[in-house]
Structure formats: structure tokens, C-alpha cells
């Protein structure tokens, strides 16, 4: 059964995303003719890839939270569950790793517009890319967390591996769209709000994840309802704010409202706020029905955790999506 929920929770992100992408506008689009540069194979690999690289980040963390949070230890050290949380967090952390290779090799090719097998002539311009220094950043520090993690038997370095794993989430946030031109204000705040978002949608996302593998405990889910509730919050604060700066309403009353009817990229805003709803709705009835039955209706709790963590994962196709639309 986490099998089929695993291959749902991956199929439907990336279904999403090749969706939003195309309907969007930020789909590649061919070279015309006579002109060089990446493949089309290689301009769709990149936000698969991105794709992949978030989802084992959020895998990551989640199997930290559980380690740290909400599975018991034994006097500082990890439990048998705990233990087969950081060893998954290693696994995921060595995908994490990978894909964010390919995502470096595929951005620099993007980017500067040469074929894949042209793009070692063109190095030392590659090595100069933000978004590539970013992500080699993140590379490094995912792979030491894979070989940390690969021996980690105590609470104290599950908690160390978790600070790198959030520190690994920071670099390629600061090269996005709210990272342009950060000496203003707004660019400043709009990047502080993007890192506390993801921050907040990780810890959520990886959490209801981890408790679905690892735990039926009720502390542990009330735990997590607790955390929730607080990444639920400051997902829709610094979501609501993120849209708003990015689409021009605070130079025009009706500004967001006109980009979110008239550009792509606010149709893409707009449904991750639907989804945003959708998932306070499933929360507030976690809280109401399934929570408070949860010892004797298990399955409803369950059931309806499965649903939303594949809802999740679409909302981060959606996400990535955005984050390559115009």
C-alpha cells in the first residue's frame, strides 16, 4: 500500500507539472530554425528534475522530523523506527544529491543555450551562473548528509543532520524569482517570504509523510497536528504575500487581481491558492472528525492523510511549475 501511495504521490506531482507548464506558458519551446542550443529533452528534464530534487528534500526532512519529533528515543538515542528514518533520510538525501546534479548540468545548459555535449567548453562560464553556484552548494551539503546520516544512531546528530538539511533547502531559494535585484525592499522581503514558505510546506508536507510510514502512534499525530496548524499559517501568510509582491499589487489596487485573470504565471498562483484551501479544509477536518476518532476509526484518519499528502504533491508540481513560468 506506501508503495502504490509513493508512486501516486510521484506520478501526480509530475502529472501536474507538465500541465501547469504547458498551460501556463513556461513550457520549452523549440529552437527555431538554424539556431543551437539546449535540447528540448534537456529544457523538460530540468523542472522533472527539480521536481525530484524537492520531493527527496521534503522526504529528507520529514524522516528527520521523525526521528527528532515524533518518534520516542531511548536516552538520546534513536529507537528501532528512528533508526529506520535516518537511514531512509540518507537514501533520500543521496536522490536529494543526484538530482540536483542534473539540475546544475541541465540549468547551466539552459541557460547559456548549448547542447548538453558543448557544455564543457563553456565551464568557466557555467562555474559564473548564481543558480549553479547555488546548486553545487547544495550537492555538497547533500552528500555530506548522506554520509552523516549513513552512520547516525543518536537524537543530537539526527537534529545536526536536520539544521543541514534546512541549510542545503537555502541556496537555490536565493536565485529565484523573488532573488532578482535584492538591494530593493521588496525584493528583500519577497525572498525572506519564499524561504520561510518553503521552510514552512517542507516541515508539512515531509511530516504528514513521515507519519504515514513510520508511525500510528496518537501523541505523534497530535504532534504533528500542532506543527501543521503553524506551517498552515505561515504558508498562507508568506504565500498571500510572496503572489502579491510578484504580481504588482502594491503599485495597483487592482493589480493582482488583473495579473491573476490575464498572466500565466497569476493562473498559477491562483490554483495553488485553491489547492492552499483545499488543504486548511482536509486539516480543519483532521481536527474535527478523524483525530478525535482516530482509536476507533483508524482507517478514516489514514485514508484521508493518503489523499492530501498526493494533493501535496501535486501543489508542488504546481510550485515548480511557477517557479519556470514567465
Same mark, same amino acid.
Given at each position: ?24 506558458g513556461?513550457? #520549452? =519551446? ?6 543551437? !542550443?539546449? &535540447?528540448?529533452?534537456?529544457? +523538460? ?16 526532512? !520529514? ?5 527528532? @519529533? ?6 538520546? =538515542? ?10 531512509? $533520510?540518507? @537514501? ?21 543555450g548549448?547542447?548538453? &555535449?558543448h ?15 547555488a ?11 548522506a554520509?552523516?546520516? &549513513?552512520g547516525?544512531?543518536?537524537v543530537? *546528530? ?14 537555490p ?12 525592499? +521588496? &525584493?528583500v522581503l ?29 501523541? $505523534? ?11 498552515? @499559517?505561515?504558508?498562507?501568510? *508568506? ?14 489596487? +487592482?493589480?493582482?487581481? *488583473?495579473?491573476?485573470?490575464?498572466? !500565466? ?6 490554483? =495553488? ?15 474535527? $472528525? ?10 478514516a484518519f +489514514? ?10 504533491a ?6 515548480? $511549475?511557477?517557479?519556470?513560468? #514567465?
Amino acid at each position: 500500500m506506501r508503495k502504490l501511495l509513493a508512486i501516486g504521490v510521484v506520478a501526480a506531482g509530475i502529472a501536474v507539472l507538465v500541465v501547469a507548464l504547458l498551460a501556463a506558458g513556461g513550457a #520549452p =519551446k523549440p529552437l527555431p530554425a538554424g539556431l543551437s !542550443g539546449a &535540447s528540448m529533452p534537456v529544457s +523538460w528534464a530540468l523542472p522533472v528534475l527539480r521536481f525530484v530534487a524537492d520531493l527527496a528534500a521534503i522526504a529528507c526532512v !520529514g524522516a528527520l522530523l521523525a526521528a527528532v @519529533v515524533l518518534l520516542p528515543g531511548d536516552g538520546g =538515542k534513536l529507537g528501532g523506527q528512528g533508526l529506520r528514518a535516518v537511514q531512509d $533520510a540518507a @537514501v533520500v538525501a543521496g536522490v536529494w544529491a543526484v538530482a540536483s546534479l542534473g539540475g546544475l548540468v541541465t540549468t547551466a545548459a539552459v541557460i547559456l543555450g548549448v547542447p548538453l &555535449s558543448h557544455l564543457g567548453e563553456h565551464a568557466e562560464l557555467a562555474g559564473g551562473l548564481n543558480q549553479v553556484r547555488a546548486l553545487a552548494v547544495t550537492i555538497v551539503l547533500t552528500a555530506i548528509l548522506a554520509v552523516v546520516l &549513513s552512520g547516525c544512531r543518536t537524537v543530537a *546528530t539526527a537534529r545536526v543532520c536536520l539544521g543541514l538539511a534546512a541549510a542545503a533547502l537555502v541556496g537555490p531559494l536565493l536565485n529565484g524569482h523573488g532573488a532578482i535585484e535584492r538591494t530593493t525592499f +521588496w &525584493s528583500v522581503l519577497a525572498t525572506g517570504s519564499l524561504v520561510v514558505h518553503v521552510f514552512a510546506v517542507t516541515v508539512w508536507i515531509g511530516g504528514l509523510g513521515a507519519l504515514l510510514r513510520y508511525t500510528r502512534d496518537r501523541n $505523534a499525530v497530535e504532534r504533528f497536528s500542532a506543527m501543521a496548524l503553524i506551517c498552515a @499559517v505561515c504558508v498562507g501568510a *508568506t504565500g498571500l504575500l510572496t503572489g502579491e509582491i510578484h504580481l504588482g499589487g502594491r503599485e495597483d489596487g +487592482w493589480g493582482l487581481i *488583473t495579473q491573476w485573470v490575464t498572466s !500565466g504565471y497569476g493562473a498559477l498562483v491562483f490554483a =495553488k491558492a485553491v489547492a492552499f484551501t483545499a488543504l486548511v479544509v482536509i486539516g480543519w477536518w483532521h481536527r474535527k $472528525a478523524t483525530l478525535p476518532a482516530l482509536a476507533d476509526r483508524p482507517a478514516a484518519f +489514514w485514508r484521508l492523510a493518503a489523499g492530501e499528502l498526493i494533493l501535496m504533491a501535486a501543489t508542488v508540481g504546481l510550485a515548480v $511549475a511557477l517557479s519556470r513560468t #514567465p
